[in-house]
């Protein structure tokens, strides 16, 4: 949550840090605002609300600065307001701070800094950074304080954010002792005060040819360009200019200057690292004509599918090799009893779907809990149960915290234990690919619309192949039935295609008569009982209308007391286990009054007729209907919102990545 961007270079700063800002408004939009450096001062300009509002702001202002540092905020501590809006600086105004994480020990830190005669101006944990930043600089600790290897003070920490896979590149070289009046020395001793997740950049009126960026535990990456280099939370804010870039890693504080970037550990010791090439080009993460990033990537979805086919499944002829390529060992596998699936929201959703694949297909007993809940509650820890961590971002926090948490637990126990953590996410460079040693890469491509759509879906894809995977390695399957699922998973790209096709005016139709519509209930059943849930966050989060997935069989047991003609039911009626019993079910919602919507690849016949509104979906076994399923359910809620004239792609109050507990 939030979004931080930096320039040094030759060219005018502000455009590339609004530029920048833009790919990054999705991680939070609450205010904005930027900082830059020139005849020697610090120029601060912020704007409450969206990122146009800042621009508008800034048409008035001239600003000739190579240097600058921008921040797009999703609000934590203190109210959205302009006051609160990064950069903060301290009393002085020569420093500039921005900020996306948590400085977990703000209090104390402001209140000795108050007392030291610093004047606090907002109500942010942040605004302590640049103080304690123009405290060291102005009272520099000695040379052998200088170097306190910040490793053992933090080792007393709680820390299970400490965990780092470390970087097979990285060699480190021995200590360059920074002049304690340097900024980044300056910084250093700063960000070992803090505690806490985040990432910062900084720059200073007195060292204007500087800009000193630090990660812990929030992501950051380094840009580099011709006598030009950027630094931004997530790679879409720079690949405009360049695709030569470096993740920093935790614990990790870099210079950037116009001559080019220097790389430190916490404890003052100076890395070599290479910068990798970026596999993305500046056209993804453009609209490409549609009218919001959600609808795009909702028609992505298609290629997604392809993709991840391509890259999970092996010709099937080849009876040498096994028809899932995975490339996990099997060590992560051998005797296993059990699966714990901790993720947040849509991923959850995923990951209820990936439960029923496992124990249907593979016959694995799999819980699945919400990660906010598991890092406070977990279940026993035993040394055959496989945990699995799905996230799109790879930076939820408590999707993270309870990885880690897991992670911390089985340290210094046998390392059939320590193995067994598995993560899925779309960011493989993320905070969560650093922390466990398996990785599933989810094959979305970027994904710009706040609400998960194309990742979900690839989320699910990644859920197929390990559920046969597992099936194949466990032989709880045919070859002969796991060759016709891996078929059928292969029709499904142009299924959805032609799902898109017929649905797009059909769900904008009904979208017309929904519009004002206030509550929602969405049924399923069985493998769709997730589906029902993933309907209904869309609906709620893009729109604002109130809604809820039940699985259809418990609406009798209380939920069925709301129904009345106000209320309409979406219902996910695929032929199968369940049909019938769906079928029933949306039949005691219409003597209800409820209006009635199927989602369904029956329409014709009796049962077909007690749905007032089709959106038909292609005929699939049941087993695979959640891909298709899902996808009249994402249009629906579009339509719906974009009827409504909300901004589609950044509903309120929430962000991309929820990187904050
Ligand atoms: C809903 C949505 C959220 C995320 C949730 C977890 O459309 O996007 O519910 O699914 O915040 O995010 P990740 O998958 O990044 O951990």
Redesign the pocket.
Known sequence: MCGIVGYIGTQAATEILLAGLEKLEYRGYDSAGIATVWEGEVHCVRAKGKLHNLRSKLEQIETPAQIGIGHTRWATHGKPEEYNAHPHMDTAMRIAVVQNGIVENYRELREELKQKGHQFRSETDTEVIPHLIAEFLKNPPSVTDTFTPVASSRETRPTHWLLNRGNPRTEVSSPQPFSPSDLIEAVRQAVNHLEGAFAIAVISADYPDELIVVRQQAPLVIGFGQGEFFCASDTPAIVAYTRAVLPLENGEIARLTPLGVEIYNFAGNRLKKQPRMLNLNPTMVEKQGFKHFMLKEIHEQPGVVRASLEAYFNNLGDSNQSPINLGLPESLYADLEQIHIV????????ALVGKHLIEQLAGISTQVHY?SEYRYAPSPLTANTLIIG???????A??LAALAMEKERRQGKESKYQARLLGI???PESS?GHMVPHIISTLAGIEI?????K??IA?LMAFYALALDLAYRRQTVSLEKLAEIINGLRQIPKEIEATLESQESLTEQLAHEFAETQDFIFLGRGINFPIAL?GA??LK??SYIHAEGYPAGEMKHGPIALLDAKVPVVAIAIPGSVYEKVISNAQEAKARDSRLIGITPVNDGEAAEIFNDLLPVSHVDELLSPILAVVPLQLLAYHIAARRGLDVDQPRN?????TVE
């Open positions: 993720a947040c929201g849509t991923s959850w959703h995923a990660a799905v996230t799109q971002s790879g930076e939820t408590d999707t996410t779309n960011r969560l619309g706040v609400a998960a759509t990742t979900f989320q993933e966050l869309k989060e893009i929430l962000a991309k990545s929820v």
